[in-house]
């Protein structure tokens, strides 16, 4: 599965959207970018994925560059229960490895 | 749908012990994982069942770790005569097979070995 970069930490004021960056440069054509995030104490939660469409959910938005080598994790409204460590992973659907590289993670602070 | 299930929450044992970590994935999910994450990194993946057969297992996964699913339900990871280099959260998810459904994880169980 194709590695992935992210900034360390983000911050972002409350109410306002929240633009979290990954680069996938390497990613192949049947690979998938998937979005999870985690809180502090608790397991990681499954956010959105997407293949090369744009694609939106309750949760947030998910922009894929057309050469598919960057994608962007859209928070329209952060909250303060928003802050977490994002994680973006790359891996091949159904026929590829069964599991996720997580990665570092970008840590998102919303502020009041 | 009352998610993945993991117990104990929290466990302290002395180097040298052995202990089991239980996890009780979606009831229709057929597919179970096993993630150990220590401070400031992400999860690692450590193995994988999909009904009651081990698939794939990482090289983290050392001769003192076992993993079961009997009867492709619930899952325990037993670690023998832990170190202290074991002290990290450990990870249950489950999801069903296809690419349009993501993982579901569990709460985790955080060992300190001392």
């Known amino acids: 599965d194709a590695k992935t970069t992210q900034p360390t930490s983000m911050d972002c004021a409350e109410g306002r959207a929240a633009n979290l960056p990954c680069n996938h440069s390497t990613i192949s054509g049947n690979e998938y970018v998937y979005w999870y995030r985690q809180i502090h104490s608790q397991g990681p939660q499954y956010i959105i994925h997407?293949?090369?469409n744009n694609e939106t959910n309750e949760m947030a938005s998910l922009i894929i560059t057309e050469d598919r080598k960057s994608s962007t994790l859209i928070l329209p409204h952060a909250t303060l229960r928003d802050t977490a460590v994002y994680y973006c992973i790359v891996r091949v659907g159904q026929t590829g490895a069964n599991n996720l590289f997580f990665g570092t993670g970008t840590r998102l602070t919303v502020i009041p | 749908d009352t998610g993945v299930s993991q117990n104990p929450r929290h466990k302290i044992t002395k180097r040298g012990q052995n202990v089991t970590f239980r996890c009780d994935p979606i009831s229709e999910h057929n597919r179970l994982y096993w993630y150990r994450q220590t401070l400031g990194q992400g999860p690692e993946f450590l193995t994988y069942?999909?009904?009651?057969?081990?698939?794939?297992k990482s090289r983290l996964l050392s001769d003192r770790f076992s993993a079961e699913r009997p009867k492709g339900s619930f899952s325990t990871l037993e670690i023998q005569r832990t170190e202290q280099g074991d002290s990290a959260m450990y990870l249950c998810?489950?999801?069903?097979?296809?690419?349009?459904?993501?993982?579901?994880f569990g709460s985790g169980t955080r060992l300190t070995v001392v």
């Open positions: 997407g293949l090369k």
């Open positions: 069942f999909q009904n009651e057969a081990q698939l794939e």
């Open positions: 998810a489950s999801r069903r097979t296809g690419v349009n459904y993501g993982y579901t």
